[in-house]
């Protein structure tokens, strides 16, 4: 890469910015190259393609470290960002949020030594298949063991953000990366708060379910052809634009990834799945997909017009597929669709009240793709404690599945009944996404905020859903969270929309609507 940007740099607000501007947009392709080449290895590549894609990623990964910690970069961030502390009246508002992401940016990777950077991509990017692996060997040594590794190499990792961003704890460090506005003390007393009530909501949902009869479980013949048909319909009344993106199946964990440009959505979708499963994945990956296609085009290249990571895109997909894909009113706009595509006319299981009470459906399980909406915090609960001490040096991971057992037993009332049902559950240890578990709550928290605004502000949106109208509610989110990019942190971004400080109150009365009362 050349040092000096092939543009006139007299416009910008200060000398170096346009040379920076340059940089960052290079590092954007590169981080696209290696999005889409670990797309397509989670797709279409083969298996015995995995050892070269990897060796791929890892020297883009190189390349991505190198070219952002090169010293023409530090002291290029250093000299323009001196002169916007002395000279802010040049600055608009778009130009110093995108100097403030190129500098987060940075010390993020600049906080690390290269064979660490490079070890915590090859981890993620090898992690989802060792982790499958362990499930169908099960053998809970070969997991130890390289959990053990995996941790190790994040509690180094986390020491050293620990040392550049001066946190308390080297978990908190691994936090920033993903809702870097909260602070693992703030994350401690937004669970407490949310314990006890929502402990009382989920025996007294129980309860009430038990007093009525249960839901006919669905039946008919589900093709993959019919289900990814029906997806697609779906996405298209959402606002995807086909023309920049698509829609896969897979057989690991569904995602989202790509850019504007191309957006990948990948969905589970098996002949022995009911079509609720792939629609679930549609709607919550298909949130993202959206996302990324409606961020500002004018910064397409620059860190402030990239999305604001996990915190809000798991928002999105709650807001899509938990708020308004689980309501009476969705259900009585698909099941017709769904009779129509699934040839399964006069098939009671396909009642829209059927549909709807399947997927209230209020459960203890100790396996969390199987919890409802409630008990599935009690599990991001138990996983945010027990990562938070693995990398905190409080836990070791030889007392891992002990632990598992026990958080277990206290917050969900039961014991799991093996590794796979206990501890190999979860993939994020594989990974390597210490920090991102703790998200799946606030951005819960989050969309109930949102959820509350959007219907305040758009009081016939029920009456949308159930035509299929989701332009509105796309608007919306567009105008108001999509276009904003990177120009505002996530959460002073959410108070500005919602006029709140982030609060569980919402998401307390969301659940005590859907589950307790008779509201719809």
């Known amino acids: 890469m050349n040092d000096t940007a092939p543009q006139d740099a007299t416009t910008e607000p200060a000398a170096g910015y346009q040379d920076l501007k340059y940089y960052f947009a290079n590092l954007n392709t590169m981080f696209s190259i290696r999005n889409t080449l670990a797309t397509d290895m989670m797709t279409s590549m083969p298996f015995g393609g995995l050892e070269r894609r990897i060796n791929d990623i890892s020297s883009i990964t190189k390349r991505i470290y190198a070219e952002t910690t090169t010293p023409t970069v530090t002291k290029l961030l250093d000299q323009v960002q001196s002169q916007a502390t002395n000279n802010s009246e040049n600055w608009n508002e778009w130009d110093l949020a995108n100097l403030r992401e190129m500098r987060r940016i940075h010390s993020h990777l600049a906080a690390l030594t290269p064979d660490?950077?490079?070890?915590?991509?090859?981890?993620?990017?090898?992690?989802?298949?060792?982790?499958?692996?362990?499930?169908?060997?099960?053998?809970?040594?070969?997991?130890?063991?390289?959990?053990?590794?995996?941790?190790?190499?994040?509690?180094?990792?986390?020491?050293?953000?620990?040392?550049?961003?001066?946190?308390?704890?080297?978990?908190?460090?691994?936090?920033?990366?993903?809702?870097?506005d909260i602070s693992e003390n703030e994350m401690d007393t937004l669970y407490d708060n949310l314990l006890?009530?929502?402990?009382?909501?989920?025996?007294?949902?129980?309860?009430?379910?038990?007093?009525?009869?249960?839901?006919?479980?669905?039946?008919?013949?589900?093709?993959k052809e019919d289900q990814m048909w029906l997806n697609k319909t779906i996405l298209e009344l959402m606002g995807f634009d086909f023309n920049r993106g698509d829609i896969f199946t897979t057989n690991l964990a569904p995602m989202t990834g790509g850019s504007a440009q191309d957006a990948r959505i990948l969905v589970r979708c098996g002949d022995s799945n009911t079509f609720l499963d792939s629609l679930e994945d549609t709607l919550y990956q298909g949130a993202r997909g959206l996302y990324l296609q409606n961020l500002p085009a004018d910064w397409h290249t620059q860190p402030v017009g990239q999305d604001?990571?996990?915190?809000?895109?798991?928002?999105?997909?709650?807001?899509?597929?938990?708020?308004?894909?689980?309501?009476?009113?969705?259900?009585?706009?698909?099941?017709?669709?769904?009779?129509?595509?699934?040839?399964?006319?006069?098939?009671?299981s396909f009642n829209p009240e059927n549909l709807y009470q399947l997927k209230k459906h209020v459960s203890k399980t100790t396996m969390r793709n199987e919890a409802g909406e409630?008990?599935?915090?009690?599990?991001?609960?138990?996983?945010?404690?027990?990562?938070?001490?693995?990398i905190n040096g409080d836990l070791k991971v030889d007392d891992l599945q002990e632990r598992w057992n026990e958080e277990s037993r206290t917050l969900i009332g039961l014991e799991p009944k093996g590794l796979?049902?206990?501890?190999?559950?979860?993939?994020?240890?594989?990974?390597?996404?210490?920090?991102?578990?703790?998200?799946?709550?606030?951005?819960?928290?989050?969309?109930?905020?949102?959820?509350?605004?959007?219907?305040?502000?758009?009081?016939?949106?029920?009456?949308?859903?159930?035509?299929?109208?989701?332009?509105?509610?796309?608007?919306?989110?567009?105008?108001?969270?999509?276009?904003?990019?990177?120009?505002?942190?996530?959460?002073?971004?959410?108070?500005?929309?919602?006029?709140?400080?982030?609060?569980?109150?919402?998401l307390l009365t969301h659940l005590e609507r859907r589950f307790l009362s008779d509201r719809r």
């Open 196 to 223: 006890s009530p929502l402990q009382d909501l989920h025996v007294k949902a129980l309860n009430k379910q038990a007093s009525q009869p249960a839901p006919l479980k669905l039946k008919g013949d589900f093709s």
């Open 116 to 180: 660490l950077y490079l070890a915590s991509v090859q981890v993620s990017n090898q992690g989802r298949r060792k982790h499958k692996q362990v499930l169908k060997s099960g053998d809970w040594n070969e997991a130890k063991n390289y959990i053990s590794q995996v941790v190790d190499l994040y509690k180094r990792i986390g020491e050293l953000k620990q040392k550049k961003f001066e946190t308390r704890t080297p978990y908190k460090a691994l936090l920033l990366g993903y809702a870097s």
């Open 420 to 506: 796979t049902d206990g501890v190999l559950q979860n993939p994020d240890w594989f990974t390597g996404r210490f920090g991102f578990i703790p998200t799946n709550t606030l951005s819960h928290i989050i969309a109930a905020q949102m959820q509350n605004k959007l219907f305040e502000t758009t009081p016939d949106l029920r009456d949308q859903i159930e035509q299929g109208q989701f332009e509105g509610m796309g608007s919306w989110l567009k105008d108001n969270i999509h276009s904003k990019g990177r120009s505002v942190d996530a959460l002073a971004m959410v108070k500005s929309l919602t006029g709140e400080e982030l609060s569980e109150k919402h």
């Open 308 to 348: 604001q990571g996990a915190l809000i895109m798991n928002a999105l997909s709650i807001l899509y597929e938990t708020m308004i894909g689980r309501t009476p009113q969705f259900f009585n706009f698909i099941s017709v669709r769904a009779e129509g595509v699934f040839r399964q006319f006069n098939n009671q």
């Open 374 to 390: 409630i008990s599935k915090i009690f599990h991001d609960i138990l996983r945010y404690r027990i990562e938070r001490d693995l």
